[in-house]
């Protein structure tokens, strides 16, 4: 009876250290700096474009709500990297203002595929990584970028008419 005792305490506190983290543990790198902007009350609400013409300028190193479109009346600065169909998907596009050249991580909070494109050229992302328990974020994307106020973050495939993002530096720990 001790033991089965024991065991249920085990159970209650692997539980509650998995509900502290949000079920973030699974990620590949120290995501403490895109939890903490998920944690934030409200995000910069931003309407993504439709074309690359009217896709709004964003910032590193904040939460953005982006409002999507249905898929079928976006315009993507290029193909995505990831064939899917449109039917009932949203996706938008976002100029992405990099102030240095260098590795950043792109998160975001529901399914959806992302792609960072420069001249009609789709940049290949270096790594990602997700946490299937974590929504806060749920995918992480990692992207090698030189320094450009004239990217396209575009977001495709996603299943929500809504998404937050962040969008941060990505600092190695070796």
Known sequence: ?????????WLLAVDALAQASGGCDDFRWDVATERALFMTAHGTGVAAGQV?????????????EVALHPQESVQLAAPPSKVMLADGLFAGLLRLRIPAAGRYRIAVDERAWIDVVDAARVINSSEFSGAATCTKPAKIVLFDLPSSESLWLQISGATSARVNVTIVPHIDAN
């Open 52 to 64: 690359t013409s009217a896709a709004p300028g964003v910032l590193v190193g904040e939460l953005l």
């Open 1 to 9: 009876m001790r033991s089965l005792f024991a065991f249920v305490l």
